[in-house]
T-cell receptor, first 113, second 117 residues
Framework: QQQVKQSPQSLIVQKGGISIINCAYE??????FPWYQQFPGKGPALLIA?????SEKKEGRFTISFNKSAKQFSLHIMDSQPGDSATYFC????????????FGEGTQLTVNP | GAVVSQHPSWVICKSGTSVKIECRSL??????MFWYRQFPKQSLMLMAT?????????EQGVEKDKFLINHASLTLSTLTVTSAHPEDSSFYIC?????????????FGPGTRLTVL
């Protein structure tokens, strides 16, 4: 029930295209859904996050879409750039459980020039 | 955003020795710190949660006598890998959460690459 399922495992997109990564969860108690970007040999960096009372959040080229009834959320990267090539992780947490993050399996994104 | 540092960034040690990794929150007080382990091409696995001044809470399957965690101050947590073996070689990442944060946000360190020969 604590799992977060992420897909696809890898994604190749042309420069300027839209990258879409999906996550699904089971635990309805989750109240915070962040996305992290990780470059090789580095720690993950928070990209964007959403709470379940909002269906969409946009920050620059990055948008989270949240579907509470389906227990799914996704990351959309508009106008993808080669510099976006990294591994992306979705995660979820419950504030009352000490904010422990449950991570998805990760998506290796490659943006070709 | 808040900054979390880790030291060392990489370490190589011989099998059977102990290694200490430091995690510091540089510009905020971290009431809670988390330690993760990440193997190549895999996701982050939470090892333990530590609250300042109290014992760490370990995830199922993580040996608390092997991975010693100390959160002695609001800006410093340490992870000591005792009697390290080659299978402990991994990327260790800490994160910190501010006690004043109204949301669940965690700030991650840059990670420490441990190689046990």
């Amino acid at each position: 029930q604590q799992q977060v399922k992420q897909s696809p495992q890898s994604l190749i997109v042309q420069k300027g295209g839209i990258s879409i990564i999906n996550c699904a969860y089971e635990n309805t108690a989750f109240d915070y859904f962040p996305w992290y970007q990780q470059f090789p040999g580095k720690g993950p960096a928070l990209l964007i996050a959403i709470r379940p009372d909002v269906s969409e959040k946009k920050e620059g080229r990055f948008t989270i879409s949240f579907n509470k009834s389906a227990k799914q959320f996704s990351l959309h990267i508009m106008d993808s750039q080669p510099g976006d090539s990294a591994t992306y992780f979705c995660a979820a947490s419950v504030k009352t459980s000490g904010s422990r993050l449950t991570f998805g399996e990760g998506t290796q994104l490659t943006v070709n020039p | 955003g808040a900054v979390v540092s880790q030291h060392p960034s990489w370490v190589i040690c011989k099998s059977g020795t102990s290694v200490k990794i430091e995690c510091r929150s540089l510009d905020f007080q971290a009431t809670t710190m988390f330690w993760y382990r990440q193997f190549p091409k895999q996701s982050l696995m939470l090892m333990a949660t530590s609250n300042e001044g109290s014992k760490a809470t370990y995830e199922q399957g993580v040996e608390k006598d092997k991975f010693l965690i100390n959160h002695a101050s609001l800006t410093l947590s340490t992870l000591t890998v005792t009697s390290a073996h080659p299978e402990d070689s991994s990327f260790y990442i800490c994160s910190a959460r501010s006690g004043t944060s109204a949301i669940n946000e965690q700030f991650f360190g840059p990670g420490t690459r441990l190689t046990v020969l």
